[in-house]
Nanobody, 122 residues
Framework: VQLQASGGGLVQAGGSLRLSCAASGRTFSIYAVGWFRQAPGKEREFVAAIIWSAGTTYYAETVKGRFTISRDNVKNTVYLQMNSLKPEDTAVYYC????????????????WGQGTLVTVSS
């Protein structure tokens, strides 16, 4: 499975961005896709996850109500709609896929895409 993340950029506080994570290869083996982020000097943290087939979603408390994760099974793409962005949302965002479980822990994921940088200015 290969993952390609895109959609990052510079946005003012209060603005919105939509990240995309396009999957290719053995996509039928994917059970869940998660988004993580890592700010400079900080550990990678869980943002949101979705079960590929059922569409069940999970969010970190810090983004609940502002971010929405969704998927398009035809396009094999997972999206992260980010609204009401705050400067503390600034980070490199990564998407990851797991074959067997949905988790909030990064080491549980089998496949990773490259990161996409989101910068929120105040």
């Amino acid at each position: 499975v290969q993952l390609q993340a895109s959609g990052g950029g510079l946005v003012q506080a209060g603005g919105s961005l939509r990240l995309s994570c396009a999957a290719s290869g053995r996509t039928f083996s994917i059970y869940a896709v998660g988004w993580f982020r890592q700010a400079p000097g900080k550990e990678r943290e869980f943002v949101a996850a979705i079960i590929w087939s059922a569409g069940t979603t999970y969010y970190a408390e810090t983004v609940k109500g502002r971010f929405t994760i969704s998927r398009d099974n035809v396009k094999n793409t997972v999206y992260l709609q980010m609204n009401s962005l705050k400067p503390e949302d600034t980070a490199v965002y990564y998407c990851a896929a797991d074959r067997t479980i949905v988790a909030r822990i990064s080491r549980e994921y089998d496949y990773w895409g490259q990161g996409t940088l989101v910068t929120v200015s105040s």
